[in-house]
């Protein structure tokens, strides 16, 4: 088959499309062929050298991906759930960026009703990643409030829809007017321009000095602080990402004062059994809200396979609102 191989850590050139082997399933596995992946922040980063694949991972980047069951691994039964030939899609530790792919049992999603296969590659990182930390950790719900930042990324645009969906009152930051209308759009109710505007301020302003009940924030260091300050009594605080780099200086005090939590987590590095605990969760919880039509992947723009270089370009530069796609 052909995969993108990192053939050097660096820059979107180092990523090349190579004939490589085949992979096998496990005996827990199956094997699929890919209509689509997804492009996620990770890959950008485990291209640099800087996120390895978990042991006895795929070495291809690609964290999700859509496509059509090849073969079942030899522990798995017709029907049991998944048949050769069901179209699905899969939340992946990598190899994703590739013509087929062998996917744990468990990681396994049926391509939600009233989207296509190739737009299906959109939804299990972002699903998985917001249903996980806000929802199954930071116990967001109905009523409260929500801050997002990087509304109109790919985990922004799916957070801001499941959020509405819930009955939860979203507000958003990004960077330029365009993103902000195409959040707007999704039904998020405040939109700040971290570009322009204080985002502590216009939170106290609009929740009349309270602050909001969670915060998913992929930006780590350089927000900690004003993240602590624009959050509520009881407030949760979810780190995902490390954009704005991984050390602060903090004031500590308004933990103390407001009874505040915060997490971390990744989704790539658990294990396989508290993966398919997710996915599971997911297809109860977010599955109806798509058959719905009250969520849809946000699909930005399609490269083919041997394009990812351009794919992971524009994705660097942050012009993209939701999510970026390859297809073999």
């Known amino acids: 088959m052909k995969a993108v191989v990192i053939t050097k850590y660096g820059g979107p050139e180092v990523l090349q499309l190579e004939d490589v082997a085949d992979p096998t399933p496990g005996a827990d596995e199956v094997l699929i062929k890919v209509a689509a992946t997804a492009l996620n922040r990770a890959d950008t980063v485990q291209r640099k050298g800087a996120y390895p694949p978990p042991k006895g991972s795929s070495p291809y980047p690609g964290l999700e991906v859509s496509g059509t069951i090849l073969a079942l691994g030899s522990s798995l039964s017709p029907g049991s759930p998944w048949n050769v030939g069901d179209e699905v899609c899969a939340l992946l ?191 109860k919880n977010v599955w109806p809200a798509i058959a719905e039509g009250k969520l849809k992947p946000i699909v930005f723009k399609t490269f083919p396979l041997a394009e990812a270089a351009e794919a992971h370009r524009l994705m660097e530069s942050s012009s993209h609102i939701g999510k970026i796609l390859l297809i073999p």
């Open 93 to 283: 530790s990598g190899g994703g960026y590739a013509e087929k792919v062998a996917v744990p049992v468990g990681q396994l999603l049926p391509v939600p009703q009233g989207v296509s296969l190739r737009d299906a590659a959109a939804l299990p990182e972002v699903a998985c990643t917001v249903w996980s930390t806000v929802f199954m950790m930071s116990h967001l719900s109905p009523g409260e409030s929500f801050l997002i930042h990087g509304g109109s990324s790919g985990i922004g645009t799916f957070a801001i829809q499941i959020s509405k969906y819930l009955g939860i009152k979203v507000f958003v930051t990004a960077g330029s007017e365009e993103k902000l209308e195409a959040c707007k759009n999704l039904g998020a109710d405040v939109c700040i321009n971290y570009k322009t505007e204080d985002f502590v301020a216009r939170v106290k302003e609009e929740t009349g000095g309270k602050g909001v009940d969670v915060i998913l924030d992929n930006m780590g260091g350089s927000y900690f602080q004003r993240n602590l300050d624009s959050l509520s009594v009881d407030g949760r605080l979810f780190i995902i990402g490390f954009q704005g780099g991984s050390t602060a200086d903090v004031n500590l005090s308004p933990m103390l004062a407001k009874r505040l939590t915060v997490q971390a987590a990744g989704l790539r590095g658990r294990s396989i059994e508290n993966k398919a605990k997710i996915v599971k969760e997911v297809e």
